[in-house]
Structures are given as structure tokens and as C-alpha cells.
């Protein structure tokens, strides 16, 4: 079930965040998500959000983040992989939203293929600033 971020969520989402992340990226430097965990803490309140709960339990199983029509990112616990809660986050936020873009790291084949398949479409190549990486910007409608 996909519901709106609550406060109490927190937690468990930075803890998705944090793990998903060094997973999905071994060619960052753990110290880099390690590095950006308050920040982004911050930032969470901040964020639209929305979280996926199993039916009938209260953890979280994964989240997606938005900034307008920009994903921020969709993070799944590793356990809940494969099993169609990013999809059905994605699916949720394209029922609200026209048009969503996003970043994704070019050596992120998975989540590349993810959202291709998704129906979205790579718009322009560029490097991330942050970390020197090449990734796509990728654009649905």
C-alpha cells in the first residue's frame, strides 16, 4: 500500500535511504552517503514523499521522493527488491503527475532498465556535479 510520508516514517526511511544507496552504487564511496545523511535528513520534511507499506504492517518496504515533477529518487529495501513496490511507488506518482524526470547513474544498469521499461526515455547524458559520474537525465509523459 502507498500512502503519504508521515514523521514517524523518518527513520526507516533514512535507513532505506542510506542502504540503497551504497548498494545500488559500489562505484561511490560509501563515505559519500555517509557524508550526505544529515543533509538529506533535512531535506526529507521537505520533500513530497511517499512510502510503501505491506498490507496490514507498519514498516516501510521503500519510499519515493519528489521535488515538483523531478523523482529524487526511488529507494526499496533490499529484501523487498524485485517484487514490485518500486514499481508500484512509480505507478502511484504517474497517477498524480503529468510529466516526471529524474537522474539515474549511467553504471546503474539496474535502475536504468528499471525505468525504461517504466516507458521513460533518456533525454540528455551529463556528468553529476556532485560525485563526477556520468549519468542521464530521463524524462516520461
Request: charged residues 25%.
Amino acid at each position: 500500500m502507498v500512502r503519504a510520508y508521515e514523521p514517524s516514517d523518518l527513520s526507516a526511511v533514512m535507513q532505506i535511504w542510506l542502504e540503497t544507496n551504497i548498494q545500488a552504487h559500489p562505484f561511490i564511496p560509501e563515505e559519500y552517503w555517509r557524508g550526505n545523511y544529515e543533509w538529506v535528513k533535512g531535506m526529507i520534511p521537505q520533500a513530497e514523499l511517499y512510502v510503501f507499506c505491506a498490507e496490514g504492517a507498519s514498516e516501510s518496504l521503500g519510499f519515493i521522493g519528489l521535488d515538483g515533477e523531478e523523482i529524487e529518487g526511488i529507494f526499496v529495501r533490499g529484501s523487498a527488491q524485485s517484487r514490485g513496490v518500486g514499481k508500484q511507488l512509480l505507478d502511484h506518482v504517474k497517477n498524480l503527475k503529468p510529466h516526471l524526470t529524474l537522474h539515474v547513474y549511467q553504471k546503474n544498469e539496474r535502475a536504468l532498465h528499471f525505468y525504461q521499461r517504466e516507458g521513460f526515455s533518456i533525454q540528455k547524458c551529463m556528468a553529476d556535479p556532485d560525485t563526477g559520474e556520468a549519468e542521464f537525465l530521463m524524462g516520461w509523459a
